[in-house]
T-cell receptor
Framework: KNEVEQSPQNLTAQEGEFITINCSYS?????LHWLQQHPGGGIVSLFM???GKKKHGRLIATINIQEKHSSLHITASHPRDSAVYIC????????????FGKGTHLIIQP | EAGVAQSPRYKIIEKRQSVAFWCNPI?????LYWYQQILGQGPKLLIQ????????DSQLPKDRFSAERLKGVDSTLKIQPAKLEDSAVYLC?????????????FGLGTRLKVV
């Protein structure tokens, strides 16, 4: 079973800062998801990656399959980016259900 | 496009009582998931349906939890009897096919407190 570790667990930064959240996993995967969860709200899927890099607006996600590591970057961070960011993986050859990390609680202060 | 609908949003029950949660996935989505998210942890898959069949229920505590997806659309998750450790947010998600090749859409969740 995959172990998914995220770091940091908590991150407080000032508006405008460049943010990096890291995710590492222990077993080969077929896909990695980055998800965003707002307090009291549901979960929104940000990216699904199997290799390389994806960009959407101010968000960038990268994955290194050999190193079993992915990063989520936020450029020009804004208070509305404050949320829990969750990394989730689907194991190669496994069932479709995801294994989730515990999440990174991000607070962007104005 | 309507999202994944869940009800109720909040529920407080006493231990040993029973409770049921309802999920209506996005129209046309074949795959439906129920996740349990305990405070401070990431979600954990309880059960996955493909249409009205169960694909994975290996982490579902079957002595007290049950789920069904009759007609391959709406789904209900039931806990009977509830324990204090069942306090969590129960998330429903759906995807067009399997989550491996398509994006998953999540509902807002049902926050359960067992007292």
């Amino acid at each position: 079973k995959n172990e998914v570790e995220q770091s940091p667990q908590n991150l407080t930064a000032q508006e405008g800062e460049f943010i990096t959240i890291n995710c590492s996993y222990s077993v080969g995967i077929s896909a990695l998801h980055w998800l965003q969860q707002h307090p009291g709200g549901g979960i929104v899927s940000l990216f699904m990656l199997s290799s390389g890099k994806k960009k959407h607006g101010r968000l960038i996600a990268t994955i290194n399959i050999q190193e079993k590591h992915s990063s989520l970057h936020i450029t020009a961070s804004h208070p509305r980016d404050s949320a829990v960011y969750i990394c989730a993986v689907r194991e190669r050859g496994g069932a479709d259900g995801l294994t989730f990390g515990k999440g990174t609680h991000l607070i962007i202060q104005p | 496009e309507a999202g994944v609908a869940q009800s109720p949003r909040y529920k407080i029950i006493e231990k040993r009582q029973s409770v049921a949660f309802w999920c209506n996935p996005i129209s046309g989505h074949a795959t439906l998931y129920w996740y349990q998210q305990i405070l401070g942890q990431g979600p954990k898959l309880l059960i996955q349906f493909q249409n009205n069949g169960v694909v994975d229920d290996s982490q579902l505590p079957k002595d007290r939890f049950s789920a069904e997806r009759l007609k391959g659309v709406d789904s209900t998750l039931k806990i009977q009897p509830a324990k204090l450790e069942d306090s969590a947010v129960y998330l429903c998600a759906s995807s067009l096919r399997g989550i491996s090749d398509t994006e998953a859409f999540f509902g807002l969740g049902t926050r359960l407190k067992v007292v």
